[in-house]
């Protein structure tokens, strides 16, 4: 998953050590702030958001925008403070003995860039190894912040895209075989060749369809996944199963099942409209 973040080194560094003095109750109200500013200069971003809730049939003003981007501020935040101190975060579950036991045997963990994705890959959720497939276009200041927090969740691996298509392949391949999970983006491709149109929200957009061929090719279960934040430090998880039909020939199987995904996608930008943080025009080319 490929995703440009706004912001810089400085900033985030800033935030950080304010968080260690003054505790999450000060950054979660410095968070105001901070988003008026960005609600004030992002003008690609309302561009891209007023885009994505006409296309919802949803309105759009100020205050819808300003949440908008608070939310995504407070995710950003938990992304770092949560490696440093997981166990200051609750998530609720839907069934939460069913999701620990699909991670548990393995599994293509089908995340979207919606809510709180990155805080729930800091936090344990189940005794497996969880691969976390990503290419990330962070600032290298931001980076190497990121990378000098010490993670308390050992569970994680990330395999880099960046490394190359042979080596992650067959690290992804590796980790499914060994009963491993693997996560990836289904709402966004960074290679052309899995680059696929599906009808969303009544218009055409493009979908990854990685994820769906290696589940297919590797019989491996998918599990949709999002984490939807509710509260300070507080984040609600949804996961639905999809079981490819293995009868089907590997386009059909695919194509039915990214359709079930999409499904799956609107029911919850439906529920969560202000957590969708793919800012641009999502049904541009």
Known sequence: METKQRGSAWSIKLVFNLYKIFGYNFIYYLMYPVTFFYFLFASNVRK???????????????????THLRLFANCMVDRFISKFSPKSYSFEYDNKEEFAKTLDEGTVLLCSHHGGWATAANVPLTQNIINVVMQEALLDGIKSIENSIEKQNFQV???????????????????LMEDQVVAMMAD????????????????????NKNPFQIAYKLKKSILVFFV??????????????????????????????????????????KEYPDQWFNFYNFWGE
Do not use: C, W
């Not at 891209?48 to 949803?58: A, C, E, R, T, W």
């Not at 759009?60 to 300003?66: D, E, G, Q, R």
């Not at 966004?188 to 979908?207: P, T």
């Open 157 to 175: 691996n990330i395999i880099d895209l960046n490394e190359g298509g042979i080596s992650s392949s067959i690290k992804i391949a590796n980790a």
């Open 48 to 66: 891209s958001l007023k885009i994505y809730y006409k296309q919802l049939d949803l309105p759009f003003n100020n205050y819808i925008y300003f």
């Open 188 to 207: 966004r491709a960074n290679d052309k060749k899995y680059h696929k149109k599906i009808k969303f929200f009544n218009k055409e957009a493009g979908f």
């Open 228 to 269: 939807a934040y509710t509260n300070k430090q507080t984040y609600k998880i949804k996961h639905l199963k999809i079981e490819l039909d293995y009868s089907k020939k590997e386009a059909l199987a695919v194509d039915i099942a990214m359709k079930e995904y999409v499904n799956i996608l609107e029911e919850t930008l």
